[in-house]
């Protein structure tokens, strides 16, 4: 877990890691958050003068954000977990606002990071899984039903490899940092070798690593050419660990996006995310300070008597 104290123009001004507690359960998991967050307030307190005056908090899986709770998050455990009312008794009623953790990371990116300035922009971190975040006008689209963004989930190669979703040939599967590492240890012979690796190998030349980092590559551009048809954006972001391959990643990339690119299409601008592993804490700070700039029931301008129609 990565957590911060976040100022209102976005500066961190405290931060810290823990780990999640995920092999003592999911209910230890949910405790550790409410000890890390309650622990966070008081730092605000003991250091800063004043605690938290509102909490955000980014968790992967199905968010329903609305109503506070995470619906399902199946690499922790969780069902149903109503985190919001949990964290807000824990840390002495302070507003608290939920979100998902990619959406959140690109909120970050779009406000502070490689999408500032951009009104359009679509977020798409390459890690254990690909998953991506539509930013429009300062804001990202969750969808109706909290799932808008799952580009992971595109079918580029129907028949592929089976996908935890049920489907096969999902962008994930064969374009993620994990599906990279896992291609190459199968074609390297080395069991420990990851994407960093495959990246390392690509870079001297090696025509085992240049082939598998070619197809994922191409399906990468596949997946991403349906988001870009669906949603023309001004910027398309990359991050996630495969993006920490640098060039390596990025000219084949856009030159293999720009080759799909037909004559209706904008080829967007094509860039890597800024904010690294910290894109997380800062969009649940902007949750926070969102939360708190929010107008009240009360100041509905429309229930004042003040205003005539």
């Known amino acids: 877990m ?3 104290l976040v100022g209102a123009d976005g500066t961190l001004l405290h931060e810290a890691r823990r780990p999640t507690g995920r092999t003592r359960g999911p209910e230890a998991v949910v405790r550790s958050i409410l000890d890390f967050a309650a622990d966070l307030h008081a730092h605000g307190l003991a250091h ?8 955000g908090v ?9 109503h506070g709770i995470a619906v399902y998050a199946s690499n922790l455990g969780w069902t149903d977990v109503p985190l919001r009312d949990l964290l807000s008794t824990r840390l002495e009623g302070i507003p608290v606002a939920l979100g998902h953790d990619v959406r959140t990371g690109g909120l970050a990116e779009g406000r502070l990071g490689a999408g500032k300035g951009a009104d359009r922009f679509l977020f798409v971190p390459l890690g254990t899984g690909i998953a991506g975040a539509i930013g429009i006008d300062g804001t990202i689209e969750p969808g109706a039903h909290g799932s808008a963004g799952e ?3 595109i079918v580029v190669r129907p028949g592929g490899p089976p996908c935890g979703c049920g489907q096969r040939g999902c962008l994930e599967r064969l374009a993620s940092a994990s599906a990279v590492s896992k291609a190459w240890a199968e074609a390297s012979g080395d069991p420990a070798a990851d994407a ?6 690509v870079r001297s030349g090696d025509p085992r690593a240049v082939d598998v980092w070619q197809h994922a590559v191409d399906a990468l551009a596949d997946g991403l050419l349906t988001a870009l048809t669906l949603l023309d954006p001004h910027t398309l972001i ?3 660990g495969l993006a920490e391959a640098g060039e390596t990643l990025f000219t084949p990339l856009r030159a293999a996006i720009a080759d799909r690119v037909v004559q209706f299409q904008t080829l967007p601008e094509i860039v890597p995310a800024a904010l690294g592993d910290a894109a997380g804490c800062l969009g649940a700070g902007l949750l926070a300070w969102d939360l708190l700039a929010a ?3 009360t100041e509905d301008p429309h229930d004042s008597p003040e205003v005539t129609t």
Not at 58 to 66: L, Q, T
Not at 196 to 201: L, Q, S, V
């Open 196 to 201: 960093a690796d495959c990246a390392k190998a």
């Open 151 to 153: 580009i992971g989930h």
């Open 2 to 4: 990565k957590a911060a």
């Open 295 to 297: 107008p009240r029931p």
């Open 48 to 55: 800063l003068g004043e605690p938290a005056a509102a909490a």
């Open 58 to 66: 980014a968790v992967p899986g199905i968010v329903d954000a609305d």
């Open 238 to 240: 990359i991050g996630g």
